[in-house]
């Protein structure tokens, strides 16, 4: 990572290389704490799940437009294994659908693209979908015997064609859950009211601007248990959130190491999972990053589901979701990156568009002038 720092003065790169140091100490005191602190939690092991998902990875889908015509087909092969039901549709009529199985009293909904411009969530969704349908391994009948999983793969297919975080009508559904003006949020409420979770996952894609806070590195993964009021008041149901996200923090230090954020817990009052964890479901937000060099997120969605498969199997395998307190070293996510940094002082986003039915991405200058506290993924001299 010490190449983006090329063209800064030789004083700050010394302060930058003494700062890091000092916070590397304190990674490996930080991650000696969360192993004496995670002796109960069953965490999966690492070789396995690499083999699960090179062997179950779901190849019809790469890269990072992701709509309903590339989903249609696999679930329609999938429906010979699990429980594949169109439960709804969008603003313009293309069909949501759930996958269902398990048959455990642990009840987990998930859904993926409510902002139809991340799809990470999807793709990493159906190589879980091939573990579940396809895999001997002891991890997936675990989560069949002890939960029973709900997943809505695609809650908002228009936005997805379209590449666009809204829905057909211009609404954020992340945004939308109080007033529910969005027939795609009706339905998300309607599910949530009938399955009755204890756990839920909110499947999002992060921009590149955001890094881990006191290291150089890109937030890969981050993850939030949403407040419920702006107290940001520690309940019951937000510690056990916590408690499944230091399970899922605890399987990806060992793979990305110091790539996993926090983000603010400041109060949303009309976000999904904000309002969600307020009526008692425990919602879990997880927020796939930029990985080196990964622009397609392919990289980051094998690490997004080993988050899925980690925090499903640690539900599956314990009923004490009381320990919280270490959700709180999982470091800050903030906003130091651009995608290119030139000449030291213009700070560049890729930005991705659909130019006639053609996914683009064109770079567009965000700000110009001292660049010294941020890192470019690339720079240009
Ligand atoms: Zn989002």
């Known amino acids: 990572m010490w190449f983006v720092n090329e063209t800064t003065p030789v004083t700050n790169v010394i302060f930058k290389v003494f700062t890091f140091v000092k916070k590397s100490l304190a990674k490996l005191k930080l991650n000696l704490y969360f192993c004496r602190r995670n002796f109960t939690m069953e965490i999966i092991n690492l070789e396995n799940l690499a083999a699960n998902y090179q062997n179950q990875k779901e190849t019809a889908l790469f890269g990072k437009w992701i709509h309903y015509k590339h989903i249609s087909p696999i679930l329609s092969k999938l429906s010979d294994n699990l429980e594949v039901s169109v439960i709804g549709e ?16 642990k009840r987990i909904l998930l859904w993926t693209q409510m902002h139809g411009n991340e799809s990470t969530g999807t793709k990493a969704i159906f190589d879980f979908f091939n573990c579940i349908a396809h895999s001997n ?66 499947l999002h ?64 009052p009309t976000a999904t999972g904000d309002n969600f964890q307020k009526l008692g479901y425990n919602t879990i937000l997880i927020e796939a990053g930029h990985y080196p060099d990964d622009y397609d997120r392919e990289e980051t969605r094998k690490f997004n589901f080993y988050a899925i ?73």
């Not at 800050?332 to 002082?345: A, L, P």
């Not at 568009?353 to 200058?365: N, V, W």
């Open 137 to 202: 391994d002891a991890i997936y009948k675990r989560i069949l015997k002890e939960c029973t999983v709900l997943c809505v793969p695609m809650l908002n297919p228009d936005g997805s064609f379209n590449y666009t975080r809204v829905n057909a009508n211009n609404v954020d559904l992340n945004r939308d859950a109080v007033v529910k003006k969005a027939k795609e949020s009706r339905l998300l409420r309607r599910v949530l009211d009938e399955f009755n979770p204890l756990f839920c996952f909110n």
């Open 205 to 268: 894609d992060q921009r590149t601007i955001f890094g881990v806070e006191e290291t150089l590195n890109p937030a890969t993964i981050s993850f939030l248990a949403p407040s419920e009021e702006k107290t940001r008041m520690l309940t019951k149901g937000r510690k056990e959130t916590m408690n499944v996200i230091i399970a899922m923090n605890s399987l990806l230090q060992k793979v990305i190491p110091n790539h996993i954020g926090r983000y603010t817990d400041e109060f949303y």
């Open 309 to 381: 498969v980690q925090g499903i199997y640690h539900i599956a395998t314990t009923n004490d979701f009381t320990n919280y307190e270490s959700y709180f070293e999982i470091p800050n996510n903030q906003k130091n990156f651009f995608d290119i940094i030139e000449n030291g002082n213009k700070g560049y986003l890729y930005v991705d568009k659909i130019i006639d039915g053609k996914f683009t991405t064109e770079k567009k200058l965000e700000k110009e002038g001292d660049l010294s506290d941020f890192i470019g993924h690339s720079v240009n001299l």
């Open 90 to 105: 969008s603003e313009q009529n293309t069909p949501i659908h759930s996958v269902r199985f398990g048959t455990g009293p």
